[in-house]
């Protein structure tokens, strides 16, 4: 059996930066109560072992508006720019662990909409890092995934308009996208702020995706990387497998046939957990 790990699997900058941000405030902050806006990453592994040494996550605004004191900790995803304000007002200490990648979308959309431009955002409009990065767009904000969303756009011919993408978007969809859009009468700007890290891991999963008997893609089911790695890895090898720890992965599923395994993570799939698949695909075949 010879198993192929991908290089780029496992946690990407922001993400190890986001948790390390986390663990880093409770030793700082001691007996003060720590909270994270959201899941400060989409793995529950994480948040369960955060929620173990005092972390609460907060996962509504509702929640939010109940605190008077302590650490608000801002995931990595990002949020609206009224959290921001309502945090200040409230006089609570905030944290920022936005990625960078993703507060630089932020800066983008806020300068581009307050040049009078229309901003339309290629994500998933349910995925926080989209419904953070419109809370920063103003008014005049589009969120599409699809040629149909495209097509149901109600913007004037010559209409100055900026284009963005979540920084997870998978970057062939962003491409085929953005080619629609520009058919339209539009003065248009696009600006590509998909992540190199999240174009790298794409890339690289197909290759060994093309190349293997059977796939496993590791990551949390809430995931939004990680289901664009499965649907592309999936497309490339019949037998790809989602798990999120070796507790999912049914090892009579790969069948004796298979010679070679291919494994690949999502940016927010700790190493340990990657390992630990890893280690027994090996010993088991």
């Not at 409230?90 to 960078?100: V, Y």
């Not at 999912?248 to 298979?258: A, E, K, P, T």
């Not at 494994?263 to 630990?276: H, L, M, Y």
Request: glycine residues 6%; negative net charge; aromatic residues 6%.
């Amino acid at each position: 059996m010879k198993v192929i790990k991908a290089k780029t699997a496992g946690f990407c900058f922001g993400v190890e930066r986001a948790v390390n941000t986390v663990y880093e405030q409770i030793d700082a902050h001691g007996e003060e109560p720590i909270y994270t806006y959201g899941p400060i990453i989409h793995n529950e592994e994480v948040i369960k072992d955060l929620e173990k040494k005092g972390v609460t996550v907060l996962r509504s605004e509702e929640e939010l508006d109940l605190l008077e004191c302590g650490v608000v900790i801002i995931r990595s995803h990002g949020v609206e720019k009224r959290i921001y304000d309502k945090l200040r007002e409230k006089g609570i200490t905030i944290i920022d662990a936005t990625c960078p990648f993703v507060k630089k979308i932020h800066n983008i959309v806020q300068k581009e909409s307050e040049l009078g431009k229309c901003i339309i955002i290629i994500g998933n409009p349910n995925h926080p890092e989209v419904e953070g990065i419109r809370g920063w767009a103003g008014d005049r904000v589009f969120v599409i995934q699809n040629a149909e969303d495209i097509r149901h756009l109600s913007l004037k011919e010559g209409e100055k308009v900026c284009v963005v993408s979540q920084t997870t978007f998978n970057y062939n969809k962003f491409q085929d996208l953005v080619e629609i859009i520009s058919e339209k009468s539009y003065d248009i700007h696009v600006l590509n702020t998909i992540c190199n890290a999240t174009k790298e891991r794409q890339t690289e999963a197909k290759s060994i995706a093309e190349e293997v008997d059977a796939m496993i893609v590791i990551g949390d089911k809430h995931s939004s990387n990680t289901q664009k790695l499965f649907e592309i890895c999936a497309s490339a090898c019949n037998d790809t497998y989602y798990i999120q720890t070796l507790d999912d992965l049914d090892m009579n599923q790969l069948g004796s046939v298979v010679k070679t395994v291919g494994i690949t993570a999502g940016a927010s799939t700790p190493n340990n957990i990657i390992e630990e698949v890893q280690n027994n695909v090996r010993i088991i075949f």
